[in-house]
């Protein structure tokens, strides 16, 4: 299979705790966006990776959240000090996106199934 | 501050019929809007792009039109079939600023 994988496909953890979680891309895509999405609601931007450097964090949703990508295959999602707002979906994408004149990724991203994080 | 509004309440119709989806933005000037549709509890799935200097686009029962003077895009299936029954979404692709949604319900 070539698509988007994440791994876990669901983790439960207690508050305070912290969870890391993966995401491979389509291989020959060179952006990786992470995103979080809560019932009703579409997916919500945090990061993204161009290859191995991260070109937008502004929109992690606080200092408990990092991601990296360190060979500009894989990445991974880290939430530290869970709290019980962190419960959602998280989700993974790529795309063979460059760079357009507005600075934005200019490709259909290609979603991965998903991590579905409750924390109790 | 930019915001997307799709409409939130379920779109019920009839197999065979036409089904229009709206997707409304403010205080943007997109270079592009993609359309995906979701299933309950897997990843969005791209369907179409639209660049601000096409007026529409096509993919076999799919239609899309990008009006940048209204700051709108519609979004139709024709022929519906119940399997087009999903979640869509509009998404800016400046910032990647995805609406809610609009869930479509055909029934046979």
């Known amino acids: 299979d070539t698509g988007v994988s994440q791994n876990p496909r669901h983790k439960i953890t207690k508050r305070g705790q912290n969870v890391t979680f993966r995401c491979d891309p389509i291989s020959e895509h060179n952006r990786l966006y992470w995103y979080r999405q809560t019932l009703g609601q579409g997916p919500e931007f945090l990061t993204y990776f161009q290859n191995e450097a991260q070109l937008e964090k502004s929109r992690l949703l606080s200092d408990r959240f990092s991601a990296e990508r360190p060979k500009g295959s894989f990445s991974t999602l880290e939430i530290q000090r869970t709290e019980q707002g962190d419960s959602a979906m998280y989700l993974c994408?790529?795309?063979?996106?460059?760079?357009?004149?507005?600075?934005?990724?200019?490709?259909?991203?290609?979603f991965g199934p998903g991590t579905r994080l409750t924390v109790t | 501050s930019q915001k997307i509004e799709q409409n939130s309440e379920a779109l019920n119709i009839q197999e065979g019929k036409t089904a229009t989806l709206t997707c409304n933005y403010t205080n943007y000037s997109p270079a592009y809007l993609q359309w995906y549709r979701q299933d309950p509890g897997r990843g969005p799935v791209f369907l179409l792009l639209?660049?601000?200097?096409?007026k529409e686009k096509r993919k076999e029962r799919l239609k899309v039109t990008f009006d940048t003077t209204l700051k709108q895009s519609l979004f139709h299936i024709t022929a519906s079939q119940p399997a087009d029954s999903a979640t869509y979404l509009c998404?800016?692709?400046?910032?990647?600023?995805f609406g809610s949604g609009t869930r479509l319900l055909v029934r046979p």
């Open positions: 998404a800016l692709s400046y910032k990647l600023i």
């Open positions: 639209i660049r601000e200097n096409e």
């Open positions: 994408a790529s795309s063979a996106g460059t760079e357009t004149n507005s600075g934005g990724p200019s490709y259909e991203q290609y």
